[in-house]
């Protein structure tokens, strides 16, 4: 772990524990996997907590957060989950990401994550608090994510102009492939190599790569970016859902 990034966790914890009943601090994704990139990772956390956040404490939160002014902070991401509601997957739960709060669910495959390797910054590991997720759990929530979600945006076309959304919907239907086929989840390094085997185009492939680890981006335009990527990505989220169990909708 980078200095920058052990100051910003440890100032993290020390000006959360005052603000929340706080159980336990989890770090995920690259982090946790040993994956990150400073300054172009963020830093997953997950947060339990004695209860339910009240409107006070929620304010406080908030405050916290605007207040970090320390190197990488604005990266940092963190869900706040009570005790009591800890086993329905479905349940939203207060987070704090892209700078502001709002509430969200904490995905199947964030628990898978946080199961096989979470970094333990506070109290007991998720093994002592959090349920399993079963294989079964875990491909239905991917394949609903993959259809209900990533091939909904594949229909429009301005958004994949932007490097996030380029990056996030390649990756994640690498690691979703994995998953289904393996069963195992896999890093975002691991997903790169993954998209060249399954046919992603290789300009793109090194673009995401050479933002991620500071390489020479290769001559791309945005444009034919965003069309090679959201053709790419809708016939691979296809295949995928009929080769493991799930007939895709009907393309429109």
Same mark, same amino acid.
């Given at each position: 772990? =980078?200095?920058?990034?052990?100051?910003?966790?440890?100032?993290?914890?020390?000006?959360?524990?005052?603000?929340?009943?706080?159980?336990? *601090?989890?770090?995920? +994704?690259?982090?946790?996997?040993?994956?990150?990139?400073?300054?172009? =990772?963020?830093?997953?956390?997950?947060?339990?907590?004695?209860?339910?956040?009240?409107?006070?404490?929620?304010?406080?939160?908030?405050?916290?957060?605007?207040?970090?002014?320390?190197?990488?902070?604005?990266?940092?991401?963190?869900?706040?989950?009570?005790?009591?509601?800890? =086993?329905?997957?479905?349940?939203?739960?207060?987070?704090?990401?892209?700078?502001?709060?709002?509430?969200?669910?904490?995905?199947?495959? &964030?628990?898978?994550?946080?199961?096989?390797?979470?970094?333990?910054?506070? +109290?007991?590991?998720?093994?002592?608090?959090?349920?399993?997720? =079963?294989?079964?759990?875990?491909?239905?929530?991917? @394949?609903?994510?993959?259809?209900?979600?990533?091939?909904?945006?594949?229909?429009?076309?301005?958004?994949?102009?932007?490097?996030?959304?380029?990056?996030?919907?390649?990756?994640?239907?690498?690691?979703?492939?994995? &998953? *289904?086929?393996?069963?195992?989840?896999?890093?975002?390094?691991?997903?790169?190599?993954?998209?060249?085997?399954?046919?992603?185009?290789?300009?793109?492939?090194?673009?995401? @790569?050479?933002?991620?680890?500071?390489?020479?981006?290769?001559?791309?335009?945005?444009?034919?970016?965003?069309?090679?990527?959201?053709?790419?990505?809708?016939?691979?989220?296809?295949?995928?859902?009929? &080769?493991?169990?799930?007939?895709?909708?009907?393309?429109?």
């Amino acid at each position: 772990m =980078s200095a920058p990034t052990h100051l910003l966790l440890t100032r993290f914890l020390d000006d959360l524990r005052p603000v929340v009943p706080l159980v336990a *601090l989890w770090a995920h +994704g690259s982090l946790a996997r040993g994956d990150y990139q400073p300054g172009r =990772s963020d830093l997953d956390l997950i947060a339990v907590v004695e209860t339910p956040l009240t409107d006070e404490q929620r304010d406080r939160l908030e405050r916290l957060h605007q207040a970090l002014d320390l190197p990488l902070a604005e990266h940092l991401h963190c869900s706040y989950l009570a005790q009591d509601e800890l =086993s329905d997957p479905a349940t939203e739960h207060v987070t704090w990401a892209m700078r502001e709060l709002f509430e969200r669910p904490v995905t199947a495959v &964030t628990r898978r994550e946080l199961h096989e390797g979470a970094l333990e910054l506070y +109290g007991p590991p998720p093994a002592g608090l959090l349920p399993p997720v =079963s294989d079964q759990e875990l491909a239905d929530f991917i @394949r609903a994510d993959l259809r209900g979600f990533w091939l909904v945006k594949t229909r429009g076309r301005r958004r994949w102009l932007q490097d996030v959304w380029v990056d996030l919907g390649l990756v994640t239907v690498a690691r979703a492939t994995v &998953t *289904l086929r393996d069963g195992r989840l896999i890093s975002k390094r691991e997903a790169l190599g993954v998209l060249l085997d399954l046919g992603a185009p290789a300009k793109v492939v090194a673009d995401i @790569r050479a933002r991620r680890y500071g390489l020479p981006r290769p001559r791309i335009s945005r444009f034919r970016r965003a069309r090679l990527a959201r053709a790419f990505l809708g016939k691979t989220i296809r295949q995928t859902l009929r &080769t493991h169990g799930e007939a895709p909708p009907a393309r429109r």
